[in-house]
């Protein structure tokens, strides 16, 4: 599968701990994008790298989370002393800045914070 | 930021009917407007999109339609099927190149 994807699919934790996902885009896609997407909702933005740079960080992220993409390819979102109201899907994104038109989504992490 | 409305939250139409769903968006410098189509569980998929030099395109069963002047664009499904049932955001993408999605349309096609 050539496709984004992500890891794991869903997580069950507690809350207070801390937890982090992994995605990894589609090969030579040099912007990836993390979006919230809470039930009966659409997708947030979060955040979004273009290579390794990390340009732009909604004010949906908290200072529990921070997002990283060293080598400009998977990215990992880490998120410190979850609370309930973290509870959502995950879904990561890729695009090819050369060929911007699309975003091509991930399967998704389902989190739940119990 | 960038703003985007989505109406109706939900939409039944009898198999054979078309659907419309209209959305706007408050960013006059948004200039691209992707569809998602989202199957229960599954990961969003783009079905079509516009870009602002554009008025209308159409792909089949599909039509977007977009007024800059007004800051609307809608999403026009012909001839439904059982399988057009799904969620369907759009979206609305300015120069900074992140996407502002709608809340959804749970449209739900009956045999």
């Known amino acids: 599968d050539t496709g984004v994807s992500q890891d794991p699919r869903h997580k069950i934790t507690k809350r207070g701990q801390n937890v982090t996902f992994r995605c990894d885009p589609i090969s030579e896609h040099n912007r990836l994008y993390w979006y919230r997407q809470t039930l009966g909702q659409g997708p947030e933005f979060l955040t979004y790298?273009?290579?390794?740079?990390?340009?732009?960080k909604s004010r949906l992220l908290s200072d529990r989370f921070s997002a990283e993409r060293p080598k400009g390819s998977f990215s990992t979102l880490e998120i410190q002393r979850t609370e309930q109201g973290d509870s959502a899907m995950y879904l990561c994104?890729?695009?090819?800045?050369?060929?911007?038109?699309?975003?091509?989504f991930g399967p998704g992490t389902r989190l739940t914070v119990l | 930021g960038e703003n985007v409305e989505q109406h109706p939250s939900t939409l039944s139409v009898q198999e054979g009917d078309s659907a419309v769903i209209k959305c706007t968006y408050s960013?006059?410098?948004?200039?691209?407007f992707p569809w998602y189509k989202q199957e229960l569980g599954k990961r969003p998929q783009l079905i079509i999109d516009i870009r602002s030099n554009v008025g209308e395109k159409k792909d089949q069963r599909i039509a977007v339609t977009l007024n800059k002047t007004a800051k609307h664009f809608s999403l026009h499904i012909t001839e439904t099927q059982p399988e057009d049932s799904a969620v369907y955001f759009c979206a609305a993408r300015s120069n900074d190149y992140k996407l502002s999605f709608g809340a959804g349309t749970t449209v739900t096609v009956r045999a």
């Open positions: 790298f273009q290579n390794e740079a990390q340009l732009e």
């Open positions: 994104a890729s695009a090819d800045l050369a060929v911007d038109n699309e975003q091509f």
């Open positions: 960013d006059s410098a948004s200039n691209y």
